[in-house]
């Protein structure tokens, strides 16, 4: 058992550092991997040092950070709301973020108060959908879920409406929709990076508790644990990582949707090593689909949204159908 | 039905024969108008065939006095052409020129309102590829002709320019504009065209660094304005890799209005790095219209391009 989780881990993270090194070596623009080293070492010319230092190693770590935080929040939030469905996105956060970025872009602000607006706007959604669903001190899971889903369609026409009555700025509207990584630099880098590392980590030291609640929330206050407290951290908390994830990439469906399911179907249910699991293969997954996107047509560039379902979908396919017959068998 | 076709061949025939004559007389007829100064322009015959642009033929039984138009590109060719005062029905998007602004708007983004359009009693629709084939379809069926009109390249625009021509009876007036236009770029072009090319990067959106690749007027306009469109090597409007570009080094980044913030753009990992950037040779287009739509104003945007990338020949 332990051994099977340890070469389980072993691969992944073996994997996950030949992902880094894969995307950080190709590219649209073919450099030898001499050159590489040499910029590593601190040589090469200047456009490989641009290339590889301010363009790829940047867009290589967000991927993989932004992977990893759909991904454990994608977790906890299947958990937590007991829908197989439930992402990320679930409580309203990318509607809120696209609502907040569709105003920055109609009042013409910059990169960075584009991505500022949309994560306020964001966390703005996900309090108000949880100050419907609270009555007192307790929490309903169901209305927050219906509750998020109704104020993402809301939030979607008022985004509609938008864009019919600003024409000018219609395609940059569609254009951040679709998700990506082609803007990201050093500094957003370092903007997300704690965000959602530390936020990954706080929901990780309640696994425990998590998988507590999964057994039932009566269950779980039999075993001491404060139900009500674990719920508002986790959700606070993936909220705000989802929030920033969306602000630096936009909107990129799946990968905290179907990463927990399949890293479940891999290693099971238990929360201490499902999302440390989950982490590296959201981290992977994303790294590997923005590789992906940046070189399947080069020098087009392709919304890494496209990639994300396009792969995601039917291997999370592939695997249910997998586990299915493993279980008739038996 | 045997005899109904062979009815209809026949018919098709004497059409074709009777276009051919109505050519030949437009011919004949031209050098003597040339002459006599106070003629009016060529009646065209109705009812009149033309082909649109998706290769149909379609007849318009009676010179149209209400015309609709689907696209913001037509509507401002209409108006060059003098028959704006029978445009009743326009797209939200249109604001060229200024008067269209009164016009009756008949949709929005998502196509246009086949009610709407209906209730100004059209006698002719100009359409394009995003008015939706059912919804131009229905309006066939009502008897109403739809012609479509896409003009991809300059010379594409002269044909729209002929066709809107025809059927309002202003191909005298046609035939001036597209002179007019041919004139301006040649003028720009002999300027610019012993001079070094320079490399230019259009930039439409800054997120996801969208910008316009081959088949598009702006790559055109780079040419013939003295530069080479560096994202030529994709098609259409595509999202652009950053490290392309920092290859490729362009020596002059142009932007639309509605890109993105400039100071964001030169601060920007990648673009930072550009000899556009180095220099300080990011400009953005006065307004994105006279670039992208297939009108005559598009020779504003050629000079204004022109003069971004070889500012030296037109002091």
Same mark, same amino acid.
């Given at each position: 058992?332990?051994?099977? =989780?340890?070469?389980?881990?072993?691969t992944?993270?073996?994997?996950?550092?030949?992902?880094m090194i894969?995307?950080?070596?190709?590219?649209?623009v073919?450099?030898?991997?001499q050159?590489?080293?040499?910029?590593?070492l601190?040589?090469?010319?200047e456009?490989?040092?641009t290339?590889i230092?301010?363009?790829?190693?940047p867009?290589?770590?967000e991927?993989?950070?932004v992977?990893?935080g759909?991904s454990?929040?994608?977790?906890?939030?299947?958990?937590?709301?007991?829908?197989?469905?439930?992402?990320?996105?679930v409580?309203?956060?990318?509607?809120?973020?696209?609502?907040g970025?569709?105003i920055?872009?109609?009042?013409g602000?910059g990169i960075?108060g584009?991505s500022?607006?949309?994560?306020?706007?964001?966390?703005m959604?996900?309090?108000?959908?949880?100050?419907?669903?609270?009555?007192?001190t307790r929490?309903s899971?169901?209305?927050?879920?219906?509750?998020?889903i109704?104020?993402?369609?809301?939030?979607?026409?008022?985004?509609?409406?938008?864009?019919l009555?600003?024409?000018?700025?219609f395609?940059?509207i569609?254009?951040?929709?679709?998700?990506g990584f082609?803007? &990201?630099n050093?500094?957003?880098?370092?903007?997300?990076t704690p965000?959602?590392?530390?936020?990954?980590f706080?929901?990780?030291?309640?696994s425990?508790d998590v998988?507590a &609640?999964?057994?039932?929330?009566?269950?779980?206050?039999?075993?001491?644990?404060?139900?009500?407290l674990?719920k =508002?951290? &986790?959700?606070?908390t993936g909220?705000?990582?989802?929030?920033t994830?969306?602000?630096?990439?936009?909107?990129?469906?799946?990968?905290?949707?179907i990463v927990p399911?399949?890293?479940?179907?891999?290693?099971g249910?238990d929360?201490r090593?499902?999302?440390?699991?989950?982490a590296?293969?959201?981290?992977?997954?994303?790294?590997?689909?923005?590789?992906?996107a940046?070189?399947i047509?080069k020098p087009?560039?392709?919304p890494i949204?496209?990639?994300?379902?396009?792969?995601?979908g039917?291997?999370?396919?592939?695997?249910?159908? =997998?586990? =299915?017959q493993k279980?008739?068998?038996? | 039905?045997r005899?109904?076709?062979?009815?209809l061949?026949?018919?098709v025939?004497?059409?074709? !024969?009777?276009?051919l004559?109505?050519?030949?007389t437009?011919?004949a007829?031209?050098p003597q108008?040339?002459?006599q100064?106070?003629?009016?322009?060529? #009646?065209?015959q109705?009812?009149?065939?033309?082909?649109d642009?998706l290769?149909?033929e379609?007849?318009?039984?009676?010179?149209?006095?209400?015309?609709?138009?689907?696209?913001p590109?037509?509507?401002?060719?209409i108006?060059a052409l003098g028959?704006?005062n029978?445009?009743?029905?326009?797209t939200?998007?249109?604001?060229?020129?200024p008067?269209?602004?009164?016009?009756?708007?008949v949709?929005?983004?998502?196509?246009?309102?086949?009610e709407?359009?209906?209730a100004?009693?059209p006698?002719i629709?100009?359409?394009?590829?995003?008015?939706g084939?059912?919804?131009?379809?229905?309006?066939?069926?009502?008897g109403?002709?739809?012609? !479509?009109?896409e003009?991809?390249?300059?010379?594409?625009?002269y044909q729209?320019?002929k066709?809107?021509?025809?059927?309002?009876?202003?191909?005298? #007036?046609?035939e001036?504009?597209?002179?007019?236009?041919?004139?301006?770029?040649?003028?720009?072009n002999?300027k610019?065209?012993?001079?070094p090319k320079?490399?230019?990067?259009?930039?439409?959106?800054?997120d996801?660094?969208?910008?316009?690749g081959k088949?598009?007027?702006i790559?055109?306009?780079?040419n013939?304005?003295?530069?080479?469109n560096?994202?030529?090597d994709?098609?259409?409007?595509a999202?652009?890799?950053?490290?392309?570009?920092?290859?490729?080094?362009?020596?002059?980044?142009i932007?639309s209005?509605?890109?993105?913030d400039?100071k964001?753009?030169?601060? !920007?990992?990648?673009?930072?790095?550009t000899?556009?950037v180095?220099?300080?040779?990011?400009?953005?287009?006065s307004?994105?219209?006279i670039i992208?739509?297939?009108?005559?104003?598009?020779v504003?945007?050629?000079?204004e391009?022109?003069k971004f990338?070889?500012?030296?020949a037109f002091?």
């Amino acid at each position: 058992m332990g051994v099977k =989780k340890g070469i389980y881990f072993g691969t992944a993270f073996s994997l996950l550092v030949f992902t880094m090194i894969l995307s950080i070596s190709a590219g649209a623009v073919k450099i030898p991997l001499q050159e590489i080293l040499n910029v590593f070492l601190g040589g090469g010319s200047e456009t490989s040092r641009t290339i590889i230092l301010n363009l790829r190693l940047p867009r290589a770590i967000e991927s993989a950070i932004v992977g990893m935080g759909l991904s454990v929040v994608g977790t906890f939030f299947q958990g937590l709301l007991r829908n197989p469905m439930a992402d990320p996105y679930v409580l309203g956060v990318s509607s809120g973020a696209a609502f907040g970025a569709t105003i920055a872009i109609i009042l013409g602000f910059g990169i960075f108060g584009l991505s500022f607006m949309a994560f306020i706007t964001s966390l703005m959604t996900v309090f108000f959908v949880y100050t419907i669903s609270r009555t007192g001190t307790r929490v309903s899971m169901t209305t927050m879920l219906l509750a998020g889903i109704a104020i993402s369609a809301f939030m979607s026409a008022i985004i509609s409406l938008m864009m019919l009555l600003n024409h000018d700025e219609f395609s940059r509207i569609v254009f951040w929709t679709m998700g990506g990584f082609s803007l &990201i630099n050093w500094n957003s880098v370092v903007f997300t990076t704690p965000i959602i590392v530390i936020g990954s980590f706080v929901m990780y030291v309640f696994s425990r508790d998590v998988n507590a &609640i999964l057994t039932g929330e009566e269950v779980a206050e039999h075993l001491g644990v404060n139900t009500e407290l674990v719920k =508002k951290i &986790i959700l606070i908390t993936g909220s705000l990582v989802t929030a920033t994830a969306v602000s630096v990439g936009g909107i990129i469906g799946f990968v905290g949707l179907i990463v927990p399911h399949i890293s479940r179907l891999i290693v099971g249910p238990d929360n201490r090593i499902l999302v440390p699991f989950s982490a590296i293969s959201g981290a992977i997954f994303l790294t590997f689909a923005d590789l992906l996107a940046r070189i399947i047509l080069k020098p087009m560039e392709i919304p890494i949204g496209i990639i994300t379902a396009a792969f995601g979908g039917p291997f999370f396919l592939y695997l249910l159908i =997998k586990s =299915k017959q493993k279980s008739e068998g038996m | 039905m045997r005899r109904f076709k062979g009815l209809l061949a026949l018919l098709v025939v004497f059409a074709l !024969m009777f276009s051919l004559a109505a050519c030949s007389t437009n011919n004949a007829t031209k050098p003597q108008d040339t002459s006599q100064t106070a003629t009016e322009t060529v #009646k065209t015959q109705f009812p009149l065939k033309v082909t649109d642009f998706l290769g149909r033929e379609v007849t318009i039984e009676k010179e149209p006095q209400r015309i609709v138009s689907l696209a913001p590109s037509t509507t401002e060719l209409i108006y060059a052409l003098g028959a704006g005062n029978k445009v009743v029905g326009v797209t939200d998007f249109d604001n060229y020129p200024p008067e269209v602004k009164d016009v009756p708007k008949v949709g929005g983004f998502k196509g246009p309102n086949v009610e709407a359009i209906t209730a100004q009693k059209p006698d002719i629709i100009f359409a394009s590829t995003l008015s939706g084939k059912e919804q131009m379809e229905s309006l066939e069926k009502m008897g109403i002709p739809v012609v !479509m009109l896409e003009a991809k390249d300059i010379d594409q625009i002269y044909q729209s320019i002929k066709i809107i021509g025809q059927i309002t009876g202003t191909e005298k #007036k046609g035939e001036e504009i597209i002179k007019e236009m041919q004139d301006k770029i040649k003028e720009i072009n002999d300027k610019v065209k012993n001079l070094p090319k320079v490399s230019v990067f259009y930039l439409v959106s800054l997120d996801g660094n969208w910008t316009s690749g081959k088949g598009t007027f702006i790559d055109e306009l780079i040419n013939l304005a003295g530069g080479k469109n560096v994202a030529e090597d994709v098609n259409g409007w595509a999202q652009y890799s950053v490290e392309e570009l920092v290859k490729k080094n362009p020596d002059v980044i142009i932007t639309s209005p509605h890109a993105g913030d400039v100071k964001d753009i030169k601060n !920007m990992a990648g673009y930072k790095d550009t000899n556009a950037v180095k220099n300080d040779k990011v400009f953005v287009i006065s307004n994105d219209d006279i670039i992208s739509r297939a009108s005559n104003r598009i020779v504003l945007g050629l000079e204004e391009i022109a003069k971004f990338l070889h500012p030296e020949a037109f002091k």
